[in-house]
Structures are given as structure tokens and as C-alpha cells.
């Protein structure tokens, strides 16, 4: 059994589920995010709660699509009724970010000014050194802060670059020269 998937999902007032088939569509106050699940899972709705449920519990196939095709709903009504946010912290010397529309234009040592653009749906926010990147959908905001930080992963010995501000990068100690050999 799934504990994960056991567990049912409360849908919160103001998100309606609309469940034709497979095609699952979740309508929030912030957006509407839909999905195809797989033929095994089905959904069953009961008031205000939703319980996912498979054909073959024994199947270790099945089983392990039922916990995520759970997850996957839940982020879904937890994405169009609160959203999700992820924050990046640009450390260095004149390390700066500035976004104007969907463009986050960041200046990070490099002799260029590098300009990444947004994707759909995705808001991007700066304040001194924190960049905050938001939307409804859990996966794209995951996925657009790790392409952020890959432009300038920290740097180990002087601390410099772009991390999670919930990361902690491990310090290394430089050279520690030659100690008075004879």
C-alpha cells in the first residue's frame, strides 16, 4: 500500500476539481493547471475530499504512480489556491540582478551581462540581493530556479555566487603555504 496515496487530498473552498476521464483540471483564485493521468489511477471524489486510488495495489508499478499522481494533484490544488516561491541569493562584489518584464538580467563576473527570460507564468522579484521566482505550478518554479543558479553555482573557497537562500555551502579553507621547512 502507498501511505502517501492512502492519505485524502481536502480540497480547500474557492478551487473547483473538474475530473472528465483521465484529464484532471484544477481552477484556483491564482490560475488553472490540468493534467492527464495515467489509465490505473482513477479519482474518486467524495464533498469536499478526493481520494486517488489504483486497479492493482500489488503492482509495484501501479503503486508507485499512485503516491505521485497524488502528490501531483495535491500540487496542483495547493499551487492555484497559495502558489509556490522559490528565493536565490546573488553573493559576491558587484554581483547584481535587475528583472524588467520577463527578463531577470544578471550580473555575475562574467564580462557580459547575462539575460535569462521567464517562462510562462513565472514572476520574478528583487530585493537588494534576494531573487524571489513565483507562479501556480511547483515543477516549472523548481525547475527556473535551479537554471538561475546554474548560471553561477557558489563557489566553495570565496562564497561567491548564486544559492538557495535556504542552502548552506560548505567552506573550504585556500592554500595554506609551505609551514617553515629546513
Sequence with gaps: MSRIGLKPINVPSGVEVIIEGQKVTVKG???????VFPDCVRLNREADEIRVVV???EVKQERSLWGTFRAHLQNMIQGVSEGFSRSLEVNGVGYRANVSGNILTLEVGYSHDVNFKLPEGIAAKVEKSIVTISGIDKQIVGETAAQIRRIRKPEPYKGTGIKYTDETVRRKAGKAGKAGTA
Excluded at 483564485?29 to 493534467?35: A, E, H, V, Y
Design 29 to 35: 483564485s491564482k490560475g488553472i493547471l490540468s493534467m
Design 55 to 57: 486497479d492493482k495495489p
